[in-house]
């Protein structure tokens, strides 16, 4: 499965608040449309591209073995890994109350939980901050996890049965999430009494949105949010492309495909030739950078008064050095972990 991150440990005794309550695990998930991020009790780690997609015939489809992971839930075959059909980078708020969010979901928290032990567990996700205070998309978001889960794993000769059910939901602003990782310290286990005081700024840069948090006394005082993220750059390089060397067809790429080749070089494969795209990428990643500057500047926030300026997500990453160079703000640093920040929180949260 493509840019998979996984570890295991054996799980370690419940948590004595949860067990007070009930609950006998706790998983922090981000249910997003480029990617599937979980972190688990015992340090239990899943990260991978949202290539869930519904198999009508398996029989057929796996004839040959692949490398693709199968899971069955509710009577319905689903594969895991094939990086041509990733999510599509929608944005909006009907998929919180969807089967598909459902599904994805069920499949990412299955990666961590150990077979034959069923648990019951609190759960803790977030949606983007522009959705944090629709009370529809919580209700909905909560209405979707909630329940009991058997599903059965397939990898090769490799069958599970994992079973568990959701008793309790927690939904919250995804800034919250880092957050939460930005102030615990590993070498306490408690969250940071200093920078908890410390007032600071989140800028979540996502696959389709940027979440933005302000951060005083350990809660979020305010959020903002705006649709453009890591798939601008990607849809900013195609139209490019497209009209600048349509021989190339860059369309037959869908845009999960383009980010994956891109990721590994300038020089990408499309069923046309092998072309290179290190022009478009260099004044793609330029443009974006700069209206990402441009919207967090334009929001009148009190700069000054900020101890930190946080970025995190994926985005933070393929923006790194020119968000440094265009803030020139000592302030400013790159979340450690920055992809999985949010899902450490999450999981933090939890435990809250």
């Given at each position: 499965?493509?840019?998979k991150k996984?570890?295991?440990?054996?799980?370690?005794?419940?948590?004595?608040?949860?067990?007070?309550?009930?609950?006998?695990g706790l998983v922090?998930?981000?249910?997003?449309n480029?990617?599937?991020?979980?972190?688990a009790?015992g340090d239990?780690k899943?990260?991978?591209?949202n290539?869930?997609?519904?198999?009508?015939?398996a029989g057929?489809v796996?004839?040959?073995?692949t490398?693709?992971?199968?899971y069955?839930?509710?009577n319905?075959?689903y594969?895991?890994?094939?990086?041509s059909?990733?999510g599509?980078?929608?944005?909006g708020?009907?998929?919180y109350?969807s089967k598909?969010?459902?599904v994805?979901?069920?499949i990412?928290i299955?990666h961590v939980?150990?077979?034959?032990v069923?648990k019951r567990?609190?759960?803790?996700?977030g949606?983007?901050?522009?959705?944090a205070?629709n009370?529809?998309?919580?209700?909905?978001?909560?209405?979707?996890?909630?329940?009991?889960?058997?599903i059965?794993?397939?990898?090769w000769?490799?069958?599970e049965?994992?079973e568990f059910?959701i008793?309790?939901?927690?939904?919250?602003?995804?800034?919250?999430?880092t957050?939460y990782?930005?102030l615990?310290?590993?070498?306490?286990g408690?969250?940071n009494?200093?920078?908890?005081?410390?007032?600071?700024l989140?800028?979540?840069?996502g696959w389709?949105?940027?979440d933005?948090?302000?951060?005083?006394?350990g809660?979020?005082?305010s959020?903002f949010?705006?649709e453009l993220?890591?798939?601008?750059y990607?849809?900013?390089?195609q139209e490019?492309?497209?009209?600048?060397?349509?021989?190339?067809n860059i369309?037959?790429?869908?845009?999960h495909?383009l980010?994956?080749?891109l990721?590994?070089?300038?020089?990408?494969?499309?069923p046309?030739?092998?072309?290179?795209?290190?022009?478009?990428?260099a004044?793609?990643?330029?443009?974006?950078?700069?209206?990402i500057y441009?919207?967090?500047?334009g929001l009148?926030l009190?700069?000054?008064?900020?101890?930190k300026?946080?970025f995190?997500?994926g985005?933070?990453?393929?923006?790194s050095?020119?968000l440094?160079?265009?803030?020139?703000?000592p302030?400013l640093?790159?979340q450690?972990?920055?992809v999985m920040?949010?899902?450490?929180?999450?999981?933090?949260?939890?435990k809250?």
């Amino acid at each position: 499965m493509f840019n998979k991150k996984k570890e295991k440990t054996d799980s370690p005794q419940v948590d004595p608040a949860l067990a007070q309550a009930g609950i006998d695990g706790l998983v922090g998930i981000d249910v997003a449309n480029s990617t599937i991020k979980v972190w688990a009790d015992g340090d239990q780690k899943a990260y991978y591209r949202n290539t869930v997609r519904e198999i009508k015939d398996a029989g057929l489809v796996y004839s040959f073995k692949t490398d693709y992971h199968m899971y069955v839930l509710d009577n319905q075959v689903y594969e895991v890994g094939d990086i041509s059909v990733a999510g599509s980078g929608a944005r909006g708020n009907s998929r919180y109350g969807s089967k598909s969010f459902r599904v994805e979901a069920a499949i990412g928290i299955a990666h961590v939980m150990k077979p034959g032990v069923k648990k019951r567990l609190r759960v803790v996700t977030g949606v983007p901050s522009a959705l944090a205070k629709n009370a529809k998309v919580l209700e909905d978001v909560k209405k979707s996890l909630l329940g009991e889960y058997k599903i059965k794993s397939v990898l090769w000769e490799k069958v599970e049965d994992i079973e568990f059910e959701i008793v309790d939901v927690i939904v919250v602003p995804q800034p919250l999430g880092t957050m939460y990782a930005y102030l615990y310290d590993p070498s306490t286990g408690k969250l940071n009494d200093k920078l908890i005081t410390q007032k600071a700024l989140v800028v979540d840069i996502g696959w389709g949105t940027t979440d933005i948090a302000i951060l005083e006394a350990g809660r979020v005082r305010s959020t903002f949010g705006f649709e453009l993220g890591t798939s601008d750059y990607i849809s900013s390089i195609q139209e490019a492309v497209n009209a600048e060397m349509p021989e190339a067809n860059i369309q037959a790429l869908n845009p999960h495909e383009l980010d994956v080749k891109l990721l590994e070089g300038p020089n990408v494969e499309t069923p046309f030739g092998v072309f290179d795209l290190s022009k478009f990428a260099a004044n793609a990643k330029q443009e974006q950078a700069e209206k990402i500057y441009n919207e967090v500047m334009g929001l009148g926030l009190e700069f000054s008064k900020f101890y930190k300026i946080i970025f995190t997500g994926g985005g933070s990453l393929l923006y790194s050095d020119l968000l440094i160079s265009q803030f020139n703000d000592p302030r400013l640093i790159i979340q450690d972990d920055a992809v999985m920040a949010n899902v450490h929180g999450f999981y933090l949260l939890g435990k809250q």
